[in-house]
């Protein structure tokens, strides 16, 4: 599921900033700010996901094992898989989602409009009184930085205010009763951008419904919907399935209980990325 949500990320990136342009085409005084495209920042946690990128696969070639290579780099065979079977490409983007928003974030794009509207000719201390208003508790020289990377030509652009891969899958693998308004209306706006997305959600919500309530009668249905239409990433998991369906069948039923049913309830909830508090029956 998650890996879906990563590959889809610009269908909800595009949509967001759709919204966003005509929200703020409906306010006269705030004029939509298009700035140019940059270069993912050269920051600390991004170089050293690269950089461990590249001495994982430099290992890999000259044929180190995970473990040879988790003790080598001091890190988790986990975290050597994971960059070993993921693009480089798909790492650097979460890496940058780690990092914090920062209090200015969601004043930006108010302050990027401004600006242009103003043709830079705009009062540091002014701005910050006008945020303030709107609930931003920063200081007054983080607003005056901003304004000067605009007037520089070095500031980022605003990010589209996407959740992550992990959130959005948490959000549907959790039963839909412990969601709060705020979150169901979330996935239904990344539903509403994405088929994609919206046939693995509403596989990954039957076979949670699957898994928790130990209906294996019904997996191979699952399997066979998952393999006609799913996404690339659900068909994988839906041929692992299909490898050993007897033991995972009679893992998943009413009538089989001990080691079986705890290995389809543990490892193959988060082989779909679900989170812990669904494997534990939440």
């Known amino acids: 599921m998650e890996k879906t949500c990563h590959q889809h990320r610009d269908c909800l990136r595009k949509r967001v900033e759709e919204e966003s342009a005509s929200e703020v085409a409906e306010v006269p005084e705030v ?130 205010d996407v959740p992550s891969p992990r959130k959005i899958t948490s959000w549907i693998m959790r039963p839909r009763e412990t969601l709060t308004v705020s979150h169901n209306e979330r996935l239904l706006q990344i539903r509403l951008a994405c088929p994609d997305i919206t046939r693995a959600c509403d596989l990954a919500r039957a076979f949670t419904d699957l898994v928790r309530h130990q209906r294996g009668y019904l997996l191979l249905a699952w ?31 009413h009538e089989h209980h001990g080691t079986a049913t705890r290995a389809a309830n543990v490892s193959i909830p988060h082989a779909l990325g679900m989170p812990d508090s669904v494997v534990r029956g939440a």
Request: glycine share 6%.
């Open 223 to 253: 399997i066979r919907q998952a393999e006609q239409d799913a996404p690339k990433p659900m068909k994988g998991f839906a041929g692992f399935l299909r490898q050993d369906l007897d033991a995972v069948t009679a893992g998943l039923c």
């Open 31 to 160: 004029a939509p700010t298009l700035l140019p495209p940059t270069e993912l920042p050269r920051t600390q946690i991004i170089e050293r996901t690269r950089h461990r990128y590249e001495d994982i696969h430099r290992l890999l070639e000259k044929r180190w094992t995970i473990s040879a290579i988790a003790r080598r780099l001091n890190i988790d065979r986990k975290t050597v898989r994971r960059f070993r079977d993921t693009d480089l490409d798909q790492l650097l983007v979460s890496a940058r989602e780690r990092r914090p928003n920062g209090v200015l974030e969601p004043f930006k794009a108010y302050l990027n409009a401004r600006f242009t509207e103003a043709q830079g000719q705009v009062s540091g201390t002014r701005m910050f009184l006008e945020i303030q208003a709107r609930g931003y508790r920063g200081s007054r020289q983080v607003v005056r930085k901003h304004l000067a990377a605009l007037r520089a030509g070095t500031a980022e652009p605003v990010r589209a």
